[in-house]
């Protein structure tokens, strides 16, 4: 798994980054851009998504406990078995449809 909790990546350009497993738990992604990136797999657990374009990401099996997604877009994401529960926001999710 690729460690990086409590990364400080707001505001990012991380489009089509391949983040499969990666270790996100605490990680600052607030306005990045995760336009098509891959976080199959990955651990964002606690990680502060607010305002991220998760739009067209593969978040299938990933870990989004406690995360906050206030604002974020999550059009057209991949969340097949994504672990979603505590997740803060998603009533403010741009696309998501539970």
Same mark, same amino acid.
């Given at each position: =798994?690729?460690? =990086?909790? +409590?990364a400080d990546?707001?505001?990012?350009?991380?489009? $089509?980054a391949d983040l499969r497993g990666a270790d996100l738990r605490w990680a600052d992604?607030?306005?990045?851009?995760l336009y098509e990136a891959n976080l199959r797999g990955a651990d964002l657990r606690w990680a502060s998504l607010? $305002?991220?374009?998760?739009? $067209?990401?593969?978040l299938r099996w990933a870990s989004l406990? +406690?995360?906050?997604?206030? +604002?974020a877009d999550l059009s057209?994401?991949?969340?097949?078995?994504?672990?979603?529960y505590g997740a803060i926001g998603l +009533?403010?999710?741009?696309g998501y449809t539970p």
């Open positions: =798994m690729l460690p =990086m909790s +409590e990546l707001r505001e990012a350009d991380l489009r $089509g992604l607030r306005w990045a851009d607010r $305002g991220a374009d998760l739009s $067209g990401a593969d406990r +406690e995360a906050d997604l206030r +604002e057209g994401a991949a969340l097949r078995g994504a672990h979603l +009533e403010t999710a741009i």
